[in-house]
């Protein structure tokens, strides 16, 4: 029997705020109505605020982060078509599959998981590719199995510099909403989310941010789709509206979840998970362990991936966690099951919580067999955290 609440420290599905919850506490309504439409376009509007585009559109599907790709893929891309992707984690690997599945001719770039998206090397192949048969380029901006961040305004330079007009694909589940992301400054044509991680919210909805340039390239995509087809929801999205039956409980929590943010602040809510995140590097480090991230300039600050040492298995450490302690932590995915576990500290996260999190963790790896001292990564997070104090002051005073 587990008492108390259950320590969600997974990074998604994250910890929904009671506003939010309790937002989706409604009778069921006419999606057809005519005042159905109106207040959706606000979330329309707030959406296109946080993804930072101003020309582009937002689009919402049932389903999740993954459907949301696959929308993207879709609408504006032919079978056969050439793009480059690269492996540095689960979450890349899914997307290489998912555009092989789907027939497009995937150029691979492999590097060590733990490393960034490898921006000189698709720079290299872009210089290369004078005659644009490359016709999309992905990022993971967010490696959530690594705790990696890249740098996309980077690859938009490189992109750029080699006068190349293929379309950029942003996979923002894990960095959306809360590190910094610029959709129109960073010239992405395809951005896609979920609810359940930054958003704070459920899962069930995809939220994909589409350019100019990426609704042109639909006009012509040869690729089939009928659910995710653009057009369709373009059509109905202009007044408020859905082509099918929109998940409304789900619409309802996204109008509390932006209002949440928007009340907080962006800037506030990337001051926040920055601070958070380093509090908990800063606990690695102090238990001299290693985390998957290779380079400080990538760490994320949504989601911390941690080595344990030689000789105890990260699945202990989770198991015990949620026998004893009940604690999730997120599980060492693909080739790091085992060898990782992850804290996430993302959506409606605060100090407290990063503390419990590092506490309990430290009680679940001592007892899966490392050797740890009590109290030493809670207090290099604490450290972290009172340094940060005035910034944290200022900000609950607005
Ligand atoms: C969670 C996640 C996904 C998959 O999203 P689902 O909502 O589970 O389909 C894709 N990419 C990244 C970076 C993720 O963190």
């Known amino acids: 029997m587990r008492t108390g609440i259950n320590h969600l420290f997974i990074p998604g599905p994250t910890n929904v705020p009671e506003p939010v919850r309790m937002a989706m506490n409604v009778t069921m309504q006419d999606h057809r109505a005519h005042d159905y439409g109106a207040p959706n376009l606000g979330i329309f509007r707030d959406l296109k605020t946080l993804f930072r585009t101003t020309d582009g559109h937002i689009m919402l599907f049932p389903g999740s982060g993954t459907a949301a790709w696959e929308a993207a893929i879709t609408n504006t891309l032919s079978p056969g078509d050439r793009v480059l992707m690269a492996r540095h984690g689960q979450f890349s690997m899914l997307w290489a599959q998912m555009a092989e599945r789907l027939g497009l001719k995937v150029d691979l770039i492999d590097v060590p998981w733990g490393a960034a998206a490898p921006v000189s090397e698709f720079a290299r192949r872009l210089a290369a590719d004078p005659a644009g048969e490359i016709k999309a380029v992905f990022i993971t901006h967010n490696e959530t199995a690594t705790g990696v961040a890249s740098d996309v305004a980077a690859l938009r330079r490189a992109l750029d510099e080699a006068f190349h007009d293929a379309l950029l694909f942003l996979d923002g589940v894990s ?97 926040r998970h920055r601070r958070l995140g380093a509090g908990v590097r800063a606990a690695v480090k102090a238990w001299g362990m290693d985390l998957c991230a290779e380079s400080p300039a990538h760490y994320s600050d949504t989601v911390t991936a941690i080595r344990t040492p030689e000789g105890v298995d990260a699945r202990d450490v989770i198991r015990i966690g949620y026998d004893r302690y009940n604690a999730s932590f997120g599980s060492g995915l693909g080739p790091l099951a085992g060898k990782a576990f992850r804290i996430g500290h993302i959506g409606h996260c605060n100090e407290g919580m990063c503390l419990t999190a590092i506490a309990l963790a430290e009680l679940s790896m001592a007892a899966a067999g490392a050797k740890i001292t009590f109290g030493s990564g809670v207090a290099a997070a604490q450290e972290v955290y009172a340094s940060h104090t005035a910034d944290a002051a200022r900000i609950a005073a607005d």
């Open 175 to 271: 960095s959306i909403g809360c590190i910094p992301f610029e959709m129109d400054a960073w010239g992405v044509d395809l951005a896609v989310t979920g609810s359940q991680k930054g958003m704070m919210m459920p899962p069930g909805l995809g939220i994909l941010g589409v350019s100019q340039k990426a609704l042109k390239a639909s006009e012509t995509a040869t690729m089939r789709r009928a659910f995710f087809e653009f057009s369709d929801q373009l059509k109905n999205n202009e007044t408020g509206y859905f082509p099918y039956t929109p998940p409304v409980q789900l619409l309802h929590a996204l109008r509390a979840a932006l209002d949440q943010m928007m009340a907080e602040g962006l800037d506030n809510v990337i001051a």
